[in-house]
């Protein structure tokens, strides 16, 4: 179960703030080729969404992988030159992100540069997702370390020039001086069954949704609303809601599309690109 704080007077009081989808990490897109091409239909407010090959970029580049990377990377492109129109298309041009696991802390600096150095030569990601990042104090120094080595990453591939993002996978409130070592925090993953009950770390209310995401599994569809009011009530400006939840087989709900993917995007409505 996420570990969350208690909330106090300080507590985000309005849902101000445009709600984007941010995608923890489809399956394969040999295996999941509905879901990746569900990424640049009209009308997706895409913030972001996860590479993983192998828990990483892989030994080598995946063809498959190269095509669903180009194919979003050119929609963001087109969406940033507004070679679109807005009236027919509302995509947000949402970034990929290679996918770093940190393992809590266990994996090397080096082989964690390797990996990024590798989906940026490959797939020209534009931002990182920092996946099992840990939470406490003692492991803020090392994560530092590597978000700022991965913004000069970035910087020198010209990703940064429109916006590299690096996104810190707590999935919890960590100690609230992880908020600056990264674009982004997911401070809740979990079931629906805990996070209709959550509440929100009081320091989070200095800074603005943008800074927070949250994963939701096994959300019914008729508490879609709910989980979105919750949503905007603790301040998160990104989400993925899902109604799978693990079960018959299913060893990663976020790996797929939620059965009711078109409300909920259309729920979220359009928006402009970060």
């Given amino acids: 179960m996420p570990h969350l704080t208690g909330t106090g007077s300080t507590l985000r009081t309005g849902g101000a703030g445009q ?3 941010g995608v923890p990490g489809y399956a394969h897109p040999l295996l999941a080729p509905a879901e990746w091409a569900g990424l640049n239909r009209p009308g997706t ?3 972001w969404a996860v590479l993983n090959i192998d828990d990483g970029p892989g030994a080598r580049p995946d063809p498959h992988c190269l095509e669903a990377a180009g194919r979003l990377r050119n929609a963001r492109e087109r969406a940033l030159r507004g ?10 041009g949402g970034r990929l992100l290679g996918h770093l696991d940190l393992a809590f802390g266990s994996r090397s600096f080096g082989e964690l540069v390797a990996d990024a150095r590798s989906y940026l030569d490959w ?5 990182f997702y920092l996946d099992h990042c840990p939470a406490e104090r003692g492991g803020l120094a090392a994560v530092r370390r590597l978000t700022s080595t991965l913004s000069a990453l970035l910087a020198d591939s010209g990703s940064a020039d429109e916006g590299g993002r690096l996104v810190l996978g707590h999935g919890t409130h960590p100690h609230p001086g992880y908020a600056e070592a990264a674009d982004q925090l997911v401070t809740f993953r979990g079931p629906w069954t805990d ?3 959550s509440q929100v770390a009081e320091w989070t209310a200095a800074y603005e ?9 096994g959300v019914p569809r008729t508490h879609l609303e709910e989980a ?3 949503a905007r009530w603790q301040g998160a400006g990104t989400v993925f809601f899902t109604d799978r939840d693990g079960t018959r087989g299913q060893t990663d709900p976020f790996a797929a599309l939620p059965s009711y993917w078109d409300e909920f995007v259309s729920r979220i409505g359009p928006g402009i690109s970060e």
Avoid: K, S
């Avoid at 070679?83 to 947000?92: C, K, M, Q, S």
């Avoid at 797939?123 to 931002?127: E, I, K, L, N, P």
């Fill in 195 to 197: 996070y209709r009950w």
């Fill in 228 to 230: 979105m009011r919750i």
């Fill in 209 to 217: 949704p943008g800074r927070f995401a949250h994963f939701v599994h």
């Fill in 123 to 127: 797939y020209r990601v534009g931002g």
């Fill in 19 to 21: 709600l984007g989808v």
């Fill in 45 to 47: 407010p895409l913030h």
């Fill in 83 to 92: 070679e679109v129109p807005e009236d027919t298309v509302r995509a947000w």
